[in-house]
């Protein structure tokens, strides 16, 4: 049974940084590509960064300079370092395979405010 766990959310201030977990099991971890979503209360789910089985790196335009993905193959677990938060970086945040698989797990809040 495939599992995604996220975790590392939680209430910052603005300019704060956290670093966000996702465990994942059920799945050859390091043959996949794995990917970072975002969803702000009342939008769409939205691409946040990438990261191949190789290690390669794409992000959004406008997160690259401030968040950084890796990932741990032997702990199964991607990351994402977010840095010098902003009010509006307030989101769930899911992690996914790429291509999706059709369950995602229950993502981790992250919310920015003062």
């Known amino acids: 049974q495939v599992q995604l766990v996220e975790s590392g959310g939680g209430l910052v201030q603005p300019g704060e940084s956290l670093r966000l977990s996702c465990a994942a099991s059920?799945?050859?971890?390091?043959?996949?590509?794995m990917a970072w979503y975002r969803q702000a209360p009342g939008k769409q789910r939205k691409f946040v960064a990438r990261v191949s089985a190789s290690g390669y790196t794409v992000y959004a335009d406008s997160l690259k300079a401030r968040f950084t993905i890796s990932r741990d193959n032997a702990k199964n677990t991607v990351y994402l370092q977010m840095n010098s938060l902003k009010p509006e970086d307030t989101a769930v945040y899911y992690c996914?395979?790429?291509?999706?698989?059709?369950?995602w797990g229950q993502g981790t809040q992250v919310t920015v405010s003062s």
């Open positions: 059920g799945i050859i971890f390091s043959g996949n590509d």
């Open positions: 996914n395979t790429l291509p999706n698989l059709p369950t």
